[in-house]
């Protein structure tokens, strides 16, 4: 990646370090370990970019896993999505793209040494018996009747469980730790369950299937991961994570470090609740652009690089925290300032006729593309006597400081004259259609010595124009925590005017051409970007933020 980016130090960064500088591992090898029960949302994007970005700061590797223990939910669409929206972030898992289930016939080799050694036997009881006798954190389990069976008869049943002897749920294998322990993990939890289900890539070659807590570990030790990333709901879970690789002699054994997870306000990240947007049809799909997922960011005009500068301002600590989306919005806006170029779109047309204008007459008028960038250049406008201005822009009652056009009033229209508004032409419902203006031939812009006037407003040529959809996008809920009501689930907080469509909206001419996720700056309006729906005859326009930084506002307020 090309761009500077400031890596900040932290508590990761520090543990590393030490394990560096005492030998404990020579090396940095991480992972990033999605489950493919949907697509990947800007929560991801943060462990993405922490654990590609410190193997590429540490020199080492960092794998790609599936993680894929849960036969039911798992998708190969899923896989694939996943995979597009890493290397499209911009990071490389080179050859190393594995899945879990490639380990099954390992893993369930280890389960057999666990049992050959006495740390694990099978459980016949049923799911709600082992509920019932797991105890709560300040009482200790019971243990389970069929805890002491031999080892001879575990190995036959769990080998009859693997065979597909037995129904789901007829056993489970589980590790034998310690029921008393205040640790509610470590009181012999259930490492296999049977469930006679097709597996998106083992198919129906298992009727077993290992449990996270147990693979995770494994699968790690597998790939030779040092450092193995993730967050905090994980902390918990951890002497489990150590105990399997310790119960099974590894060495070299990888280390679990745990992160505050991203939380965003007016965002829903769980994968779950994701999906039930997508399946309701309150969304239009995965990438939807008011979803939180990347290629829903994707679509409404994110760029990668603005992604990842977000995921370093928002920085890797130990406690959990909500961030404001409005940060967000602020990294696409800087990046987006910098690289797109400056076109003037109408959204809400006004038609303007320059009564003082010849009538054929078609000027061309030079614009610079973009004033954060001179090697952005510049580029042609046509300039007649009928154009279209915002309806937003004309007030027929003028409120104070409206320094825009009105009756009597001047304004300049950017890159061209100033014009004066003499007359306003209304239909039979009283509903303005048409502003009668004359322009000042000497106020061209860039002419020496050219008057000026308060304000600047944008428009485009009639019969120049080109038409477009602009889908207008606003959050998606309502509320900064649609999880937090206890009675209302959070669908209800879905905000009905979070999709605005603007059908009769103006371009100017040189964007006919432009392709599906190009960006631009609608001037005086926000960053917006061509929509895959876009066809020849109609270009389809995102919003991707406005002009006006919230952000922005809040950090001069903190000063
Ligand atoms: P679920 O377990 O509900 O399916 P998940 O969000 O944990 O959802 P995974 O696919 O297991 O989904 O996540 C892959 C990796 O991304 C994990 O290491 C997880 O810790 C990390 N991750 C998930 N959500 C966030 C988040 N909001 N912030 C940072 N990291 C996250
Ligand atoms: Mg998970």
New binding site residues.
């Given amino acids: 990646m090309e761009e500077n980016t400031v890596t900040t130090s932290n508590f990761i960064r520090d543990i590393i370090d030490e394990d560096l500088e005492k030998k404990t591992y020579t090396k940095v090898h991480t992972r990033?370990?999605?489950?493919?029960?949907?697509y990947?949302?800007?929560?991801?994007a943060?462990?993405?970019c922490?654990?590609f970005g410190l193997a590429k700061d540490y020199k080492g590797l960092c794998n790609l896993r599936f993680?894929d223990t849960n036969p039911e939910?798992e998708d190969i669409e899923y896989v694939e999505s996943i995979e597009e929206d890493i290397r499209w972030l911009g990071f490389d898992w080179e050859d190393r793209m594995y899945y879990a289930s490639d380990y099954f016939g390992k893993l369930y080799d280890f389960a057999v040494q666990l049992i050959n050694e006495g740390k694990a036997f099978v459980d016949s009881s049923t799911a709600d018996e082992i509920k019932d006798h797991r105890g709560t954190p300040t009482e200790p389990g019971q243990e389970s009747p069929y805890r002491s069976r031999s080892i001879e008869e575990n190995l036959e049943l769990f080998t009859a469980m693997k065979a597909g002897k037995f129904d789901d749920g007829a056993h489970v294998l589980r590790a034998k730790i310690d029921m008393a322990s205040p640790n509610m993990h470590m009181r012999d939890p259930v490492i296999y369950r049977i469930r006679k289900a097709t597996h998106h890539n083992t198919g129906d070659e298992w009727c077993i299937y290992p449990m996270y807590d147990y693979a995770h570990p494994l699968s790690d030790w597998i790939e030779g991961i040092t450092h193995s990333?993730?967050?905090l709901?994980?902390e918990i879970h951890r002497p489990l994570y150590d105990w399997f690789l310790i119960a099974l002699h590894l060495e070299n054994r990888p280390k679990q470090i745990e992160?505050?997870?991203?939380?965003l306000n007016y965002t829903i990240?769980?994968?779950?609740k994701l999906l039930q947007l997508v399946q309701e049809g309150h969304v239009s799909g995965w990438d939807d652009p008011r979803m939180p997922t990347i290629s829903g960011l994707r679509r409404r005009g994110y760029t990668p690089e603005a992604i990842r500068i977000f995921a370093e301002r928002v920085g890797v600590a130990k406690r959990d925290a909500v961030t404001d989306v409005a940060l967000l919005e602020h990294s696409i806006r800087e990046d987006l300032n910098l690289r797109s170029p400056r076109v003037m779109a109408v959204l809400k047309p006004l038609k303007v006729v320059i009564t003082n204008y010849p009538d054929d007459k078609v000027e061309e008028l030079e614009s610079i593309n973009n004033p954060e960038d001179p090697e952005m250049g510049s580029r042609i406008l046509p300039f007649t006597k009928h154009i279209f201005i915002e309806q937003d822009d004309f007030r027929e009652v003028p409120p104070k400081k409206f320094h825009r056009l009105y009756p009597g009033s001047e304004v300049r229209l950017k890159n061209a004259y100033i014009i004066k508004c003499n007359e306003v032409i209304k239909n039979e419902n009283g509903e303005i259609v048409e502003l009668l203006c004359t322009y000042d031939p000497e106020t061209k812009s860039g002419t020496h010595g050219s008057r000026s006037v308060k304000g600047t407003i944008h428009w485009v040529s009639e019969k120049h124009a080109v038409n477009a959809e602009i889908r207008l996008y606003d959050r998606l809920f309502t509320v900064e925590d649609p999880e937090a009501d206890e009675e209302k689930d959070f669908k209800e907080f879905i905000n009905p005017h979070s999709l605005d469509i603007l059908n009769d909206c103006l371009i100017e001419p040189g964007l006919v051409n432009a392709r599906p996720g190009e960006k631009f700056q609608f001037v005086r309006q926000g960053y917006f970007c061509v929509d895959p729906d876009s066809t020849a005859d109609k270009l389809v326009f995102n919003r991707t933020v406005p002009l006006r930084d919230s952000w922005a506002k809040i950090e001069k307020k903190g000063k």
């Fill in positions: 990033f370990p999605p489950e493919p029960n949907g990947l949302h800007i929560g991801h943060k462990s993405i922490l654990n993680d939910k990333v993730c967050t709901e994980f992160f505050a997870r991203l939380s990240m769980s994968k779950r």
